[in-house]
């Protein structure tokens, strides 16, 4: 993989959470929100003139691209005042957003498959993030670097965690970064690994304390990937990445794995509640082969460490 | 096509299929043998279209090609999630020649660097090690690890220099047995080579060492950049691995990734058993740096064995110290995508649905007639959803996600 230079081209993709329900909780109206997000896309699209967007929109029923779209029913009346890009942007993705939560009351009660009031399908926003990602470097010649910018309004839906696992790892190999701004309610733990995973940054916007939204994406959402590595991000609080085991919802530091279905016990059983697996129990015998191989074999350790470990084995 | 090349993947018409042990003895089709056939000319399947321009025609063929490639079997089946692969590397004087390109060393170089990165984006609980043999000699490059770092690493220094005398299959086969002999029962054993000599210098029987292979049960697959030889594919057949002869780098690049998924498991054999694993927990708060044990660096950063207390740099990998597999719960997670398949697209022949591609939007171009190949779109036939085939290929090789289904 090359480095980034400053003069590549970069691609944004815009995930906007469109959730109504979710938005009602919210000390900063869906309005307001939109409107400093317009400012920021116009930011970013100034700084560059081969800079690409793409804008998508997602609720808890679908998910929707707001721009590009289709030229030919697009009808926007054009405006010698403003720049003609802006303006295109500007007026489709404002008609986009207001049209799917118009259209989201109508609609209450359909089947939307467990997806509760005030979750959002980010893991099918973020799917379609990386297709047009995929697709768009694809089809250009020169190096193009792509970044996803999530605004989050709603909660995690736990159903949804291997689909955003899958999505994350993908982004990290195609060397996306995925920047989360969370403007209200709680912290987004799915999420925050996303950005953690992917080396983009999370920002929680504490907007009823007085933060501005816009001023947090322009001093951190709107560098390119050549720009952030001189930048100094704002730092996060540790991200655990234990894991929970299956039978009792304990967080664990050493856990059994079975070694089928991948679940996680924090002790030892006979049978994988899972997959109803019965296990050979050879566990302690397999283990302690694996260590002396360590030990004998592997010409890494220095002798102080073969010594320690054999302390802690004894 | 000049050599005696095999790939049992393109077994249809339009493939000019000159081997002699293909799956149906020495029989053609229709029941004569293969070599009284009318000879079949690749040029004569594309024909021109109604504006003289053959363009649309090679199009489409390609497009049939990739997507042939990549439909899978997404049966549920047990697969070996952990796997241990040991990877040989042929170092003889034939790995010198230029029949690909630049010469066949620097190509499957370049091809097994993307591999190792593959496997361990695919298999991010898996192992593996690196053995090169030459001068009828074997040698360790790496021993079974998790840090595709000190694969490729090793692979850079060594690998390419050198190039001296005949390979040993023989003994580049018991170096990995003795490698595998460690590695703990419910996980897979599998040894994938890469050849390009067709000659074995071995100091002794290989049918033992295959007798042993298959005692230890060791699934054994080559990719051979010449031709195919005998007692390789029969080591390979009789282990349960497969055989296949690269017939340009592209095709070689396939059959390598072949590997990449973990393959069923069909040894009744094969145990399950509950892996003690650790969650280690990142450290990055300390003032002074601190080495780590896996490379003896100092850095801020790393991640602390709930066991033993030491400090390793980066995840999933094993305890240097006390030897327990250290992961982090996405890992975990990055598994399952094996356990549940992505179903395969079909491809839509009229009625279509949707008037762009679900995944990135691409407005269909003009409404495609059945008989030219124009749009082709695939449909997932669990969302009814339809894509186009960059992001059905995208799907099912990166993403491991439809965007409809989720």
């Not at chain 1, 299956?246 to 279905?261: A, E, L, Q, T």
């Not at chain 2, 056939?37 to 399947?45: A, C, I, L, N, P």
């Not at chain 2, 040698?139 to 220099?161: C, F, I, Q, V, W």
């Amino acid at each position: 993989m090359s480095e980034p230079l400053e003069s590549d081209p970069s691609l944004l993709v815009v995930v906007l959470d469109v959730n109504a329900s979710a938005w009602s909780k919210s000390p900063l109206t869906v309005g307001n929100a939109l409107q400093q997000m317009v400012i920021f896309i116009n930011a970013y699209l100034a700084l560059k003139p081969e800079n690409k967007l793409v804008v998508l929109a997602s609720n808890k029923r679908e998910c929707k691209c707001l721009y590009p779209v289709d030229r030919a029913n697009a009808t926007i009346e054009r405006d010698i005042r403003v720049y003609e890009q802006f303006r295109v942007v500007d007026a489709t993705v404002l008609s986009g957003v207001q049209a799917m939560l118009s259209g989201a009351e109508e609609t209450v009660g359909d089947p939307n498959r467990g997806i509760e009031e005030g979750q959002t399908l980010m893991s099918r926003a973020l799917s379609k993030a990386l297709c047009h990602i995929h697709r768009v470097v694809d089809s250009t010649t020169s190096k193009v670097w792509s970044r996803i910018l999530v605004l989050s309004a709603a909660d995690d839906s736990p159903r949804e965690y291997i689909s955003l696992m899958n999505t994350i790892f993908a982004a990290q190999r195609m060397s996306v970064l995925i920047d989360i701004c969370k403007v209200f309610g709680g912290d987004s733990v799915f999420l925050q690994q996303a950005a953690e995973i992917t080396g983009g940054n999370y920002l929680k916007v504490d907007t009823a304390g007085g933060e501005s939204m816009l001023q947090t994406l322009m001093f951190t959402c709107l560098a390119d990937h050549y720009t952030r590595e001189v930048l100094v991000a704002p730092t996060n609080e540790t991200i655990d990445f234990r894991a929970t085991c299956f039978c009792h919802k304990r967080v664990v530091d050493i856990g059994y794995v079975c070694s089928v279905c991948l679940s996680i016990f924090c002790e030892m059983a006979p049978v994988c509640s899972t997959c109803q697996t019965k296990f050979s129990f050879r566990i302690a015998r397999a283990e302690s082969a694996q260590s002396n191989g360590t030990l004998k074999q592997s010409p890494k350790p220095a002798a102080a460490t073969a010594a320690m470990s054999t302390l802690t084995l004894s | 096509m000049a050599k005696g090349v095999k790939d049992p993947a393109d077994d249809d018409d339009d493939y000019i299929d000159i081997d002699d042990t293909g799956p149906g003895d020495l029989k053609g089709a229709d029941g004569g043998y293969a070599w009284e056939e009318e000879y079949k000319r690749s040029w004569d399947v594309i024909q021109e279209d109604a504006s003289g321009s053959i363009q649309s025609v090679v199009l489409g063929i390609s497009d049939q090609l990739r997507h042939k490639r990549r439909v899978r079997d997404t049966e549920a089946i047990q697969r070996g999630i952990i796997r241990h692969v040991v990877l040989i590397l042929d170092q003889s004087e034939s790995m010198n020649l230029r029949d690909l390109m630049p010469t066949r060393i620097q190509a499957a170089l370049t091809m097994v660097g993307a591999f190792i990165g593959e496997y361990f984006d695919q298999n991010p609980i898996s192992q593996l090690a690196v053995i090169a043999t030459k001068d009828g000699l074997a040698e360790k490059l790496t021993d079974l690890s998790g840090n595709p770092m000190d694969h490729l690493g090793a692979l850079k220094e060594k690998a390419n220099k050198d190039l001296a005398g005949e390979p040993s299959l023989q003994n580049a086969l018991e170096l990995a047995m003795h490698t595998l002999k460690r590695a703990p029962t419910h996980g897979s054993r599998e040894v994938v080579c890469v050849m390009g000599s067709l000659t074995t210098c071995d100091p002794g029987d290989i049918a033992q060492t295959l007798e042993a292979l298959k005692l230890a049960q060791v699934r054994v697959s080559m990719v051979h950049l010449a031709a195919e030889v005998h007692v390789f594919k029969k080591i390979c057949k009789e282990t349960g691995g497969v055989f296949y002869v690269a017939q340009n780098e592209d095709n070689m690049k396939d059959l390598l990734f072949e590997n990449v998924p973990p393959p069923p498991i069909v040894s009744a054999k094969a145990t399950s058993d509950m892996i003690q694993m650790g969650f280690p927990i990142k450290a990055n708060n300390s003032e002074v740096p601190t080495p780590c044990v896996c490379h003896h660096e100092l850095s801020f950063v790393g991640y602390i064995c709930p066991r033993c207390k030491s400090k390793v740099c980066s995840l999933p990998t094993d305890c240097d110290v006390c030897g327990l597999p250290l992961v982090s719960a996405p890992h975990l997670a990055r598994s399952y995508h094996h356990l549940f398949p992505e179903e395969n697209y079909k491809e839509v022949v009229g009625d279509f649905v949707d008037s762009s591609c679900f995944g990135c939007g691409t407005v269909w171009a003009e409404p495609p007639d059945a008989s030219e190949h124009g749009v082709s779109r695939y449909r997932c036939p669990r969302c009814k959803h339809e894509y186009c085939l960059e992001c059905d290929i995208f799907i099912h090789e990166t993403l491991h996600n439809c965007p409809g289904c989720v």
